[in-house]
């Protein structure tokens, strides 16, 4: 199978890492990934902020650079849902675009997603020692997308998975929220971080770099001991 890799900004310009990792796990699962150089943001934080004119725009242009018709797979669940539920709704009114939108929507899946429903697959081969809990990312709940990734790990050799009190609260990062309303967002990843270092885990294990740069952030100024992972980084790894 061929796929495409929507990248995300946060792992392009600040996490290579995931993207790194996300390659070589396709790849040890027969996968070929190509990498279309000219995408640029897929809208999200102009759409979230109301900027939908600029949204659309940047929407194109992602419609122009993912024409092959084979899956698109992102490590991000927020990305993954701006392009599956919002990219049909900005075109309602402009059927061409529309069309283009509607087929890939269609065939764009988070990482944990194609992993278990278009592969098929929960063991992928990874091994990672180590005591980890699992924070949800909001936007898998949109997409319908609750146990993928828990079903993953729970396939990992070595990796002792530890249950995490009210893992699918938000972090409180949300984008532009975290900027508009410091304060709160604040309080909310604090109260994460919390639960996150009373589970005894040495990681902290999502599928979003926005919830892992804010809570990993967080932790930092804790002094905490608990380091944070992507899925991918953790499913890559053969031990």
Known sequence: MRVSLMITC???????EIGLATVRLLRRLGVEVEFPEQQTCCGQPHF????????????????????????????????????????PRLFESEPTWKALADS???RTYELSDFLVNVLGVEDVG???????????????????????????????????LIPLERYDECCGFGGSFSVRYP???????????????????????????????????????????VQARHLAEILASEG
């Open 48 to 87: 979230n902020s109301g900027y939908h004119a600029d949204a659309r725009e940047l929407a194109r242009h992602a419609l122009r650079v993912f024409t092959a018709k084979q899956p698109v797979v992102v490590p991000s669940g927020s990305c993954a849902a701006m392009v599956k539920l919002e990219y």
């Open 126 to 160: 990874a091994r990672f020692p180590g005591k980890a809990t699992y924070h949800m990312a909001c936007h898998l709940r949109p997409l319908n997308r609750i146990s993928e990734a828990e079903r993953l790990l729970r396939k990992v050799r070595d990796l002792e």
């Open 10 to 16: 946060l792992a392009d310009q600040f996490f290579p």
């Open 104 to 106: 890939l929507a269609a």
């Open 183 to 225: 304060e709160i967002s604040g309080a909310m990843v604090n109260d994460k971080a919390a639960l996150i270092e009373q589970s005894g885990a040495d990681y902290v294990v999502s599928t979003d770099a926005g919830c892992l740069m804010n809570i990993a952030g967080c932790l930092r100024r804790r002094n905490s001991r």
